[in-house]
């Protein structure tokens, strides 16, 4: 039986910081830059030096005086208090060694000094393969020992089991118990995942558990009115129903991902509703707009996703509605509906936003490719593709807790994180979470041949060259890794190299299953391997043998993408830890980010320019490209500036974040 300040505990978050903005915006910008300044960087590699210094007397210990040791730090950052400072140093000197015994990997210098910056809150960069799932497993040390609860979040459910198993010993040899949670868990070994000192998991699960633990409590939802009636009512049980002990600690993996491109879609608790009325009304809604033409009844606007109907398109409406009953005599909810259902045929494409699986609508995650067959589109929409799908239309769903990722990571006491890309985001991770960002040098000089784009006037003629560029590399025996931005592109692809009778493997969100089997062995000779966005995030493409001589792996971009992050994701998959390696992007003035985000007056200029292939053309869609990539994160910075006061509008109602406690 917990005792009240324990059940307390349980529940115990951060109220989130009040973002800034104005006078006191600038003046924590130039705050943020005074925190990721050079000087601060120098004075770690001084700690790392100590650290390093202390090597020989470490590897000198026996296997129990190790343990000891570490035993002795464990008590110290149990009991807290100004001894920790002077204790880091040691204490990181000795779970290197422990891990080097236990898990036969030595970290580096640049692994110890990232350690280091995260455990001051700092999110580090460090490229592609240069051990950021040891380096979290340092810090994690230091925050298991302390007892509060430690979460470690990555990507995948594949990613929290093999990381958690991978470092166990490295754990259980410090004195720390390690668990995980994935997808498939029910909540009793859920709860056993959430009791270990650290627990490794997903974004989703994490606040999935979190909002569903805050319905447990219902009423008692502020954590010192709930402490104080479980003082004086002591039978009250309404701890039975958690699975979490609280929110401190929070180690983010490919932070990039899960704080910035997650954060545009709130994470939301609900249960289906029947509601046949809105069954027909989607489906009457996809037969009236079946006829309707584009740019003759309703006009497109790519970049902020609007349809809007033109008179002769609200003619037509009017004529064919004027015989249905009731809710289609209004011409206010009718325009609505209709405009969803065009939308849905608009801006929700099969292959690129959602797949169908067992005659359902999954919808695919448009920055790693993965499907998310438990999410479903809001107010109607997910129904709307249904219909214009012609599959059964599924219950729609009542809201009971909703919270954006960007809002929840604001909860936890302490937040530090890792990613291969984030110096694009810097500002905002300042911003937003209180994160200074610092690059890590690597632990060997990167030798990756970055070649200049290749610029085509249309998508046919830059698909021919990809499949010709392919076929000249895998030749040659080298592997190549191509990269789509949806799972139409990667198919198109497929069928092109079928026709050439090359081999490959595929990886997107219909193919996802074997996914690190087949990242694991994108390196070996003259392997062809074409993916989503995922791209094997997390697991390492070793080289095979005789590759590096031959210039190593080969990677393809098909088109930019929205962030300039996720094309330098990408090209980070090769030439990790020194080894050779090259990369290319193919583009086309016909490329949807030009068509969405660039201005018309442009698109037309460099489509001219590329068709009569004039002097110059490389470095004009070399602007291009950044133009529409900068339009493009201005209006997704926005978007999640939305999401972020809609979760404070509604976090009284509809979450447990109110009245957090400091």
Known sequence: MQTPTQFYRRTQFKAPAVIHKGLDGLVNRWIGYYQRRDAIVKTWW????????????????????????????????????????NALIPALAAIREASDRHLGMRPFQVQILSAIALHNGYLTEMATGEGKTLTAGLVAVLGGWTRHPCHIVTVNDYLVHRDATWLQALYEFCGIRVGYV?????????????????????????????????????????????????????????????????????????????????????????????????????????TICDPLVPHVDYEVNARYREVELTKEGRKKIEDRCSALPGIWRGTSRRTELIKQALNAREFFL??????????????????????????????????????????????????????????????FHKVCGMTGTASEATEEFWQIYGMPVVRIPTNKPCVRKQMPDRVFPDEDSKWVAIADEIERVHRAGRPVLVGTRSVAASEKLAALLEGRTLHFQLLNALRHVEEASIISVAGETAHITIATNMAGRGTDIKLGKGIAERGGLHVIATERHESGRVDRQLFGRSARQGDPGSSQAFVSAADELLKRFLPAALQSRLAAAVRQNLPGKELLARIAFRIAQSNAQRIAFKQRQAVQRADTWLEEALSFAGGGNN
């Open 182 to 286: 994935t997808g498939p868990m029910k909540p009793e070994e859920r709860r056993q995942g959430y009791n270990a000192d650290i627990t490794y998991t997903t974004s989703k699960e994490l606040l999935a558990d979190f909002l569903r633990d805050g319905i447990s409590v219902g009423e008692m939802r502020e954590p010192s009115r709930r402490l104080v009636k479980q003082m004086l009512r002591p039978q009250l049980t309404a701890q039975e129903g958690l699975v979490m002990r609280g929110l401190h600690t929070v180690i983010v993996d490919e932070a990039d991902s899960v704080l910035i491109d997650e954060a545009v879609t709130p994470l939301i608790i609900s249960t289906q509703k029947e509601n046949q009325s809105l069954n027909e009304v989607v489906g009457i809604a996809h």
């Open 46 to 85: 001084g700690k790392v030096e100590q650290v390093e210094a202390l090597a020989s007397e470490c590897k000198d210990l026996g296997e129990r005086a190790l343990r000891e040791r570490l035993s002795g730090f464990l008590d110290t950052y149990r009991r807290g208090g100004r001894n920790l400072d």
């Open 350 to 411: 099969k292959g690129k936003q959602y797949v169908i699986v067992d005659d359902k609508v999954v919808i695919v995650d448009e920055f790693t490719g993965r499907p998310m067959p438990q999410r479903t589109w809001r107010q109607g929409m997910h129904q709307a593709i249904e219909a214009k799908e012609l599959l059964p239309i599924s219950p729609p769903s009542e809201t009971i807790a909703r919270m954006s990722f960007q809002r929840f990571f604001r909860l």
